[in-house]
């Protein structure tokens, strides 16, 4: 099978968020049948939700993989739970020591019960398109449009470009 572009978002606000998030996005790497083709810097985000919690560290990893959706999900998930990320059925957006997300699986269109793709809510949070915008600026997503509409279009939320990131 020929491997297809995925883009996945990483994010954490638990524990130390920066070193977990870059060492996330070497363990994506490594997943068999996977090659990190390019990854974002890191961002502080102010969190999004009710809960109050502290500020999220974000990026985003573009990876090829032969891997179908649901494999890529479990390994992704695999890795989650390395890093003790619990999951509350009750509650969404509460403080993780790590959340990954796919984005987009090539041009495909998912919905069922465990994954959907593109992410349901990706146009909506800056966190995920700033860092996208930084490996593919030009890109344009079929049904929602380039990056740029979609950022110039996101809710404002507080967004930083960390200084010891990559340039």
């Known amino acids: 099978m020929p491997a297809e572009e ?50 999220y560290i974000n990026a985003v990893a573009l990876l ?6 649901m494999d890529l999900l ?8 390395a890093y003790y990320r619990r999951r509350d059925r009750e509650e969404r957006w509460t403080p993780r020591t790590l959340d ?3 984005i987009l699986f ?3 269109s998912i919905d069922d019960s465990h994954l959907v793709v593109p ?12 860092p996208m915008f ?13 990056l740029s509409y979609l950022i110039a279009n996101a809710p404002v939320i507080s967004i930083e470009k960390l200084a010891n990131s990559r340039d």
Do not use: K, W
Request: proline share 4%.
């Open 6 to 55: 995925v883009f996945i978002g990483l994010g954490s606000n638990i524990g130390d968020s920066s070193t977990i998030v870059e060492q996330a996005m070497v363990a994506l790497g490594n997943i068999s049948q996977c090659r990190l083709r390019a990854s974002s810097s890191l961002y502080r985000s102010e969190a999004i939700g009710e809960i109050p919690q502290d500020d």
């Open 119 to 130: 992410h349901p809510q990706f146009a909506q949070r800056l966190f995920v398109l700033e």
């Open 100 to 102: 990954l997300d796919i």
């Open 106 to 108: 090539g041009d495909r």
């Open 74 to 81: 479990l390994e992704m998930q695999a890795i989650e739970h």
């Open 64 to 69: 090829d993989t032969s891997l179908e959706p």
């Open 134 to 146: 930084e490996i593919d600026g030009d890109r344009f997503i079929p049904g929602y449009g380039s």
